[in-house]
């Protein structure tokens, strides 16, 4: 069965800081991957995704995430965090041509200090 | 492109009404559309699958005749909590996908629904 493994629940940066979060998944094949933030009662805000080709994926506000088959891991990056990047981050993983469920992980909140 | 919205942000209710919440797709067909329900702090519970003009797909342990879900058009989908009870209350959120952007939800605002 296809699972999200975040294990961070909690990170604090200082701004400016790079920033490294964690995702593994379990999945027979290689399955669409994604990353959301999810600000303080708001939706989710898709920050990249990757389907296929290149293993490094670039997203939205800077963000950037490694595909590693062998770690089977899905890391987001940013190598300077803002201030405004305080939120909740979900990774999610798709099964390719079901059309259906994501599973998602727990969440990481990530606080940033001046 | 891919905006998602929600109506009702945020309701309050007594205690066995109902309440609909709507979900739109702003500027795509979306063949498929979620929902999810999100308790504090914690992730993302899929409570069902709605198709264009089929019958939703509920997750297990998920009332649909509680929860009730309809997916008239490619752009609306609709989901009335029955007879709410305080244990409803919750952030409610809905997504949206469409086959021509390779499996990607897209989410909206969600609802704040508080039953009194």
């Known amino acids: 069965a296809q699972s999200v493994t975040q294990p961070d629940i909690h990170i604090t940066v200082s701004e400016g800081a790079s920033l490294e979060l964690r995702c593994n998944y379990s999945?027979?094949?290689?399955?669409?991957l994604f990353w959301y933030v999810q600000s303080p009662g708001q939706g989710l805000q898709l920050l990249l995704k990757y389907f296929s080709g290149d293993t490094l994926v670039q997203g939205i506000k800077g963000f950037e995430a490694e595909f590693k088959r062998s770690q089977s891991s899905f890391n987001l990056r940013k190598p300077s965090v803002h201030w405004s990047d305080a939120a909740e981050y979900f990774c999610a993983v798709g099964a390719p041509n079901t059309g259906n469920q994501f599973y998602f992980g727990t969440g990481t909140s990530l606080t940033v200090i001046p | 492109g891919a905006v998602v919205s929600q109506h009702p942000s945020w309701v309050i209710c007594k205690s066995g009404t109902s309440v609909k919440i709507e979900c739109r797709s702003l500027d795509f067909q979306a063949t498929t559309m979620f929902w999810y329900r999100q308790f504090p702090k914690q992730s993302l519970m899929l409570m069902a699958t709605s198709n264009e003009g089929s019958k939703a797909t509920y997750e297990q342990g998920v009332e649909k005749d509680k929860f009730l879900i309809n997916h008239a058009s490619l752009t609306l989908s609709t989901l009335t909590v029955t007879s709410a009870h305080p244990e409803d209350s919750s952030f409610y959120i809905c997504s949206a996908k469409t086959s021509g952007r390779a499996d990607t939800q897209y989410f909206g605002p969600g609802t704040r629904l508080t039953v009194l």
């Open positions: 999945y027979g094949a290689t399955p669409y």
